[in-house]
């Protein structure tokens, strides 16, 4: 939907992660930023354990139907958020007449149905059909969220921390994240875990967290998922170290396309770390993280190709996911060496070629 997280939560979350015992090294960064950043890891090789702590995925408001309901984790709109399944408004929705839907889900809603109301702010939110109105959305997700609807509740939770189409209210948002986290909600679980990090920084906050996290993963979110993999990897938030654990997480959430994922269960497969050694599927998985447009994972394919780990050598592939990585502001001195390394023709090449992958 178009309203934000309102939470700017990243830069907390990493500084509250920074003071936990195992964050007491450098965070590697990936993607673009104001000046080039450094990625120094270099396949293959032994990666000490744990590694820094890497901050937690950002606050989540995703636009996955799943996050009508909470729970299966099967990406299906859960109908029981807005009523009967043979409920016609919601079942103009679920066919993509959004007008028609909201056309009959209005007068219920005017008349105090919690479902209906949830559902007319959904489509208003997100312009479904029609102009988007938030301030409206707004409006309806409050009167949704008096009556106990978990969506709604998370849905203006985000709002109140936002404060652009309502007016800010923290507290408030605390208490209605933590009834929709509780309800089970899982966006809700994994941002109200967000805020007791933010809360309570460091060890503490991480163990307050853990519940809520580890129910938006088993629900299947990837954003938990992840957030557990690094808690299992770090012997952090109470957790005790278990790489075949982390491991076991960050295919979960690489399965679901979380980049990020997808990047460190393709460094620890080519390391053996967390389990077996399997440079073939490592490659596989940062080759799909890369494809999807991570710098990181750009560059440790550049390294792949480079040294023929899981693939054949080719220096004309590996200094072309060197170049997009170099764009995003990703520097590496040992890619650059590699890069200087080449002849003129080689370039031209790799220059098509990264032009072709972008």
Known sequence: MAVSTGYGAAALLALAL?????????????GKADKPVAETTILPGPEPAPKPMKPLPAPTDSVDPQRFGGGNGDGAIDPDRFGDRSDPAFGAFQRGLYITAYNLALPRAQNGNAAAQTLVAEILSRGLGMARNEKEAANWYALAAEQGVPEAQFQYALMLIDGNYTKRDPQAAYALMQAAAEAGNRLAQFNFAQMLVERNPGEKGLEKAVPYYERAATSGLADAQYAMAQLYANGAGGKKLDEAEARRFLLLSAKQNYDTAQL???????NGRGGERDEKEGFNWLHRAAMGGNAAAQNRLGKLYMN????????ISAAAWFILARRAGLFDPVMEDFFDGLTDEEMKQALQRANRLR
């Open 18 to 30: 920074a003071m936990t015992p195992a964050a007491a090294g450098a965070v590697e960064t990936a």
């Open 264 to 270: 460190d269960l393709g460094t620890w497969l080519i």
């Open 308 to 315: 023929g780990i899981g693939t054949e050598p080719d220096s």
